[in-house]
């Protein structure tokens, strides 16, 4: 598994939230916007979100350090500052930005944990969102005082949200790495179950 020991996190929360309050609506002509998540190993992550509709394209990457060390074998010592991370495109006539994170608080990842997702530690497993708009943080910030309100995790959620500053799309053999590797353990045990738990509880989302 390239080193990681235990490698990526065990399968997303499954858990039933509400939708963001502060939400934006749909917007009413097609378009593309960019929105870019971390939470634990990117792979399951990345096809969480190729499985959903309105998304354009998932690329596994890393955010939060520089270019200079974004590369899989420097980010998996923890010290260059990324995370791993997921970049998402999306049609927001499709799709909304408080959907997305309900997506990725709801069945892509354990968002309580601190810098770390189930086995794997360190702060390049981090629960983050990268803003790209002031509008996205107004909704991210909203979203998460809502759920920590609303007792909906028994314990309070430690997403970092933050300003993008640079995406970094990861190597090539991570990019699709569940669809690619359906018959991988690792992917059967920890991150298909992401998957189901999408189509459940999102059925007319999922693609």
Excluded at 51 to 76: N, Q, W
Excluded at 148 to 165: E, G, H, M
């Amino acid at each position: 598994m390239f080193g990681r020991g235990s490698s990526c996190s065990t399968g997303g929360p499954g858990v039933s939230l509400p939708s963001p309050s502060g939400d934006d609506a749909l917007a009413t002509t097609k378009g593309q916007q960019t929105a870019v998540f971390a939470g634990g190993c990117f792979w399951g992550i990345q096809a969480v979100f190729a499985h959903l509709k309105g998304v354009i394209r998932s690329t596994s990457g890393y955010s939060g350090g520089t270019a200079a060390t974004a590369t899989y074998e420097k980010v998996c010592s923890g010290r260059t500052g990324h995370a791993e991370a997921v970049e998402v495109i999306y049609d927001p006539s499709q799709i909304t930005y408080g959907k997305l994170l309900q997506v990725l608080f709801s069945v892509a990842h354990d968002p309580t944990e601190l810098n770390r997702q189930g086995p794997d530690v360190g702060t390049q497993y981090r629960s983050a969102i990268f803003y790209t708009s002031e509008d996205q943080k107004r909704i991210a910030l909203a979203y998460v005082d809502q759920l920590n309100q609303d007792k909906a995790f028994p314990r309070p959620i430690v997403t970092q949200i933050s300003a993008l500053d640079a995406f970094y799309p990861a190597e090539d053999y991570h990019q699709d790495y569940v669809e690619n590797n359906p018959n991988n353990m690792y992917i059967v045990i920890n991150d298909m179950p992401k998957v189901a738990q999408l189509r459940k509880q999102f059925p007319e989302l999922y693609k």
